[in-house]
C-alpha cells in the first residue's frame, strides 16, 4: 500500500523550531520529487520547497529561504523539514507530496502530485 505519513507537528513559540518528518511506505522516496506544501486557514494550498529525483537539488520559497531545510534519508525513506526561526505566518496544515518533477516554473513546488500525505498541523503562537 502506498502512503506517506507525516509527523512532527505541533505548537511552538514564534522564533522556535520544528522537524516534520514525512515517511513513505510501498515505494522509494528517491525516484520521486518531493514537496512540501502548507496551507492556512482560508487559503489556497503553497508550495515551501521541493527536491528534485535522483539529483536531489533542493528548492524554497522566498517566505521561507534560510529558515527551512529539507533533506532525505533514503535509508530510512524519509524526508524531512526543518523549521527554525518560526514566524506566526507559517501557521498552517503542512503537506509532503510526491511527484515526478519540481515545478519548471516554480521551482519549489510539484506540478503534479502522485501521492499526498495525510498532512500535520503547525501553529506558531506566544
Known amino acids: 500500500q502506498v502512503q506517506l505519513v507525516e509527523s512532527g507537528g505541533g505548537l511552538v513559540q514564534p522564533g522556535g523550531s520544528l522537524r516534520l518528518s514525512c515517511a513513505a511506505s510501498?515505494?522509494?522516496?528517491?525516484?520521486?520529487?518531493i514537496g512540501w506544501f502548507r496551507q492556512a486557514p482560508g487559503k489556497e494550498r503553497e508550495g515551501v520547497s521541493c527536491?528534485?529525483?535522483?539529483?536531489?537539488?533542493?528548492y524554497y520559497a522566498d517566505s521561507v529561504k534560510g529558515r527551512f531545510t529539507s533533506s532525505k534519508d533514503n535509508a530510512k525513506n524519509t524526508v524531512y523539514l526543518q523549521m527554525n526561526s518560526l514566524k506566526p505566518e507559517d501557521t498552517a496544515v503542512y503537506y509532503c507530496?510526491?511527484?515526478?518533477?519540481?515545478?519548471?516554473?516554480?521551482?519549489?513546488?510539484?506540478?503534479?502530485?502522485?501521492?499526498w500525505g495525510q498532512g500535520t498541523q503547525v501553529t506558531v503562537s506566544s
Open positions: 527536491i528534485s529525483r535522483l539529483a536531489g537539488s533542493i
Open positions: 507530496a510526491a511527484g515526478v518533477f519540481c515545478s519548471s516554473s516554480n521551482y519549489y513546488t510539484l506540478d503534479d502530485v502522485d501521492y
Open positions: 510501498g515505494f522509494t522516496l528517491d525516484y520521486y520529487a
